[in-house]
């Protein structure tokens, strides 16, 4: 029931674009990603509800297709402070909100 | 600013020892979930409550742990025998309940079993 990320590792430089996949075996209600730090707590970044929807965030946005069940986090022009865990979380209907989280992709940035 | 609350930070403890970890979620939250992460498994979804009724433990090992909720403001995990295996990351995360609502993650509590 985990969702797959891919890839599951990645090391960029400074200003260099990132994309981060996820991708379910369930139908999807809502994705969600998040980011950890090193010895931290995950922290939320964006929901995603409908498919085909895209949302962003300043230089991070992502895309989810209902139909494929798939979810893209994209990183533009990448900053040191972008590094960390990525995990993108799955909600699938009628399950009473049952979250389960990717397997993660660490994302280096160095200068 | 509202945050989940998770004690103790730090545990150590041996083997065969009972281990109590604690959560408070956020006020007004009322989907508190346990998660376990390691190095190789990520985030592993250990149990769900809605309105402090469990609602999936399957990811659980029955055996050994247990969660409850004696009332809205704290959720408990317990390890009953603990297990060299049980060290890990223990994380609680609060949630308004409907869907498509956040994840608030608490701090966690950082388990050593020896």
């Known amino acids: 029931q985990q969702p797959v990320q891919s890839p599951q590792a990645v090391i960029l430089r400074e200003g260099e674009d990132a994309v981060i996949n996820c991708s379910s075996s369930?139908?999807?209600?809502?994705v969600h990603w998040y980011r950890q730090k090193h010895g931290e707590a995950p922290v939320f970044l964006m929901i995603?509800?409908?498919?085909?929807e895209q949302k962003g965030h300043e230089k991070i946005s992502a895309s989810f297709n209902e139909k494929k069940q798939q979810s893209s986090l994209y990183l533009t022009a990448s900053q040191l402070s972008y590094s960390g865990t990525y995990f993108c979380?799955?909600?699938?209907?009628?399950?009473?909100?049952?979250?389960?989280f990717g397997t993660g992709t660490s994302l280096t940035v160095i200068p | 600013d509202a945050r989940v609350t998770q004690t103790p930070r730090h545990k150590v403890t041996e083997m065969g020892q009972e281990v109590t970890m604690r959560c408070q979620p956020i006020l007004g939250h009322n989907t508190v979930f346990w998660y376990r992460q390691t190095m190789m498994q990520g985030l592993e979804l250990l149990a769900y409550?809605?309105?402090?009724?469990?609602?999936?433990d399957s990811g659980m090992p029955k055996d050994r742990f247990s969660a409850e909720m004696p009332d809205a403001t704290l959720a408990t995990l317990k390890i009953q025998p603990s297990e060299p295996r049980d060290s890990a990351v223990y994380f609680c995360a609060s949630a308004l309940g409907v869907s498509g609502s956040p994840l608030h993650f608490g701090n966690g509590t950082r388990l050593t079993v020896t």
């Open positions: 995603l509800l409908k498919g085909g």
């Open positions: 369930k139908a999807l209600y809502s």
């Open positions: 979380g799955t909600e699938s209907p009628n399950t009473g909100n049952q979250f389960y």
């Open positions: 409550f809605r309105n402090r009724a469990p609602l999936d």
